[in-house]
């Protein structure tokens, strides 16, 4: 599964890193708590398209894209959710919705919100529902090179 091609891809590029096995669970707290990992440090993939095209924006768990900010951050003219049709055949290697944020393994680009670069390490989906890499999140930017902007505002109940 992508998780064998994810560490292929860390080992080779000599990435220190930590799979972590935890029970199922399916939104981004409940996986971060599962899994002992603090929601800040926990970065979620969400899905979204940017003027037609695919994207990745990747943020705390705590957090929810603001497609706004996302769409001034990539210069686009349209930001909009993705739906699963959309993006459900680009990742046949994942379970839905536990995408790991590297769009570089997939053709997409990545915007990471600026809250994550105020953590040491990130863990993230690793492409099931019970899998979570962490790592170091410099080594992380160094991979992916993502463009990191302010994408996230915070839940508010």
Known sequence: MILRKLR??????HVKHVVISHSPAYTAQEI????????????KTTIVKLDGELAMAVLPAPEKVDLKLLGAAARAIQCELASESDFRTRFPECELGAMPPFGNLFGMHVYV????????????????HTEL????????????????ARISATYSS
Do not use: S, W, Y
Not at 113 to 128: R, S, V
């Open 8 to 13: 292929e891809f860390l080992d080779q590029r």
């Open 32 to 43: 971060a708590q599962a899994a002992h990992v603090h929601g800040e440090q926990f970065a």
């Open 113 to 128: 919100d600026e809250a994550l670069t105020t953590e040491k390490n990130i863990a993230f989906n690793a492409g099931t």
């Open 133 to 148: 890499v962490q790592m170091g999140f410099a080594d992380f930017l160094g991979l992916v090179k993502p463009k990191v």
